[in-house]
């Protein structure tokens, strides 16, 4: 089993900056991969960027140029900075992890039954 642990979250105005930080403990293999996903209300979830255990990352176009992602594998920790921030990034955002192999990196998804998933960060941007 596998414990991922989102913190960072909160609210800020458009156009400010935040850091989702995502640790995991338990099982951990270095052949994982883990990733950002956010849920709007009314929307299903999506995937936002990626970062597999070499160190090759991914980001969705809808989010490309101002979100970056990085992955600490001494520490097991996934980050995700967010900049220019928008309404339109409010979202619950999710910190998912599964092995590689059960990954689609072209499309940021991975099957939902051989991963694990936090509870969530709440992210809020509003003036």
């Known amino acids: 089993q596998v414990q991922l642990k989102e913190s960072g979250g909160g609210s800020v105005q458009p156009g400010g900056s935040l850091t989702l930080s995502c640790t995991a403990t338990?099982?951990?293999?270095?052949?994982?991969?883990m990733g950002w996903f956010r849920q709007a209300p009314g929307k299903e979830r999506e995937g936002v960027a990626a970062?597999?255990?070499?160190?090759?990352?991914k980001v969705a176009t809808s989010v490309k140029g101002r979100f970056t992602v990085s992955k600490d594998n001494a520490k097991n920790t996934l980050r995700l900075q967010m900049n220019s921030l928008q309404p339109e990034d409010t979202a619950v955002y999710y910190c998912g992890a599964a092995l590689c192999a059960y990954w689609d990196y072209n499309v940021l998804s991975f099957r939902s039954d051989f991963g694990f998933w936090g509870q969530g960060t709440q992210v809020t941007v509003s003036s």
């Open positions: 970062s597999d255990n070499d160190g090759v990352t």
């Open positions: 338990g099982n951990v293999y270095s052949a994982y991969c």
